[in-house]
């Protein structure tokens, strides 16, 4: 069995390798947006830079913070907002590829994993989950309101879930864990993620649901719409003038 510090080691070689890894999959995702806003097949340039918009929104917020347990698990000030007024109104592919994104950068400035199985659940599936906002404008003839803080609730149950399981596969490794108050890690887990992630959840569908009310969401689509609609006439303008 290893020791902590051993065991530490591993896990800051291994964070230093997923480092360079998200730095050139963020890198990567940047040149697949790039080249498909050149295209203008999946995403147009207003689309683009609605999503720089977000994931900076986001990513700023995400300092914004209180930490109660040790180790991240953090209640933020609504960091999951903007990326999830993207995914609401862009849908859910364009909405799990931002998600992707912010999960990535959030790894990026705050490195912390023990295998490369709990960065895919902490850090790609569980912001990938961002996406499901995106099928809320579906959810039959319910008001904004209920849809937004409906959705809200769906990513953060899918990014539970995520949590979830990435803690247990942390919290098993007792050599590192020895005081856990419960010698169930899958328990521990769960009283782990119920500190922090219902309160951010609460702020988060708190704040949609205040945007939503005020007609605050209605007018920051009018003008992705408005922003759209120009960018559509100057790209027609030139073969009009032919």
């Known amino acids: 069995m290893f020791h902590f510090?051993?065991?530490?080691?591993?896990?800051?070689?291994?964070?230093?390798?997923?480092?360079?890894?998200?730095?050139?999959?963020?890198?990567?995702?940047?040149?697949?947006?790039?080249?498909?806003?050149?295209?203008?097949?999946?995403?147009?340039?207003?689309?683009i830079a609605f999503a720089g918009i977000c994931?900076?929104?986001?990513?700023?917020?995400s300092f914004i913070k209180v930490s109660p347990v040790q180790y991240g698990g953090s209640i933020t000030?609504?960091?999951?907002?903007?990326?999830?007024?993207?995914?609401?109104?862009?849908?859910?592919?364009?909405?799990?590829?931002?998600?992707?994104?912010?999960?990535?950068?959030?790894?990026?400035?705050?490195?912390?994993?023990?295998?490369?199985m709990t960065f895919a659940l902490d850090y790609i599936l569980a912001f990938a989950s961002i996406g499901l906002m995106g099928f809320a404008p579906k959810f039959g003839k319910l008001p904004q309101t209920a849809k937004?803080?409906?959705?809200?609730?769906?990513?953060?149950?899918?990014?539970?879930?995520?949590?979830?399981?990435?803690?247990?596969?942390?919290?098993?490794?007792?050599?590192?864990?020895?005081?856990?108050?419960?010698?169930n890690a899958f328990v521990y887990s769960f009283?782990?993620?119920?500190?922090?992630?219902?309160?951010?959840?609460?702020i988060a569908a708190a704040v949609m649901y205040a945007l939503a009310k005020t007609k605050t969401l209605d007018k920051l689509f009018a003008l992705m719409d408005k922003k759209q609609k120009a960018h559509s006439e100057v790209t027609e303008q030139p073969e009009e003038q032919q």
């Open 5 to 47: 510090s051993q065991l530490l080691a591993v896990s800051d070689k291994t964070t230093d390798i997923v480092t360079w890894i998200s730095i050139g999959a963020i890198a990567l995702l940047i040149v697949i947006l790039a080249v498909m806003c050149v295209l203008g097949k999946k995403y147009s340039t207003n689309e």
């Open 55 to 61: 994931i900076a929104a986001s990513v700023a917020l």
């Open 77 to 116: 000030l609504a960091r999951m907002v903007p990326p999830l007024i993207y995914a609401y109104k862009f849908g859910p592919v364009k909405g799990t590829l931002i998600g992707i994104t912010v999960g990535l950068f959030d790894f990026i400035t705050n490195p912390f994993i023990l295998t490369p």
């Open 148 to 183: 937004v803080v409906l959705g809200t609730v769906l990513v953060y149950i899918a990014r539970f879930t995520f949590h979830l399981v990435s803690g247990f596969i942390y919290f098993a490794e007792d050599s590192i864990w020895v005081d856990l108050p419960t010698p």
């Open 191 to 202: 009283i782990y993620q119920c500190v922090y992630l219902p309160a951010d959840c609460v």
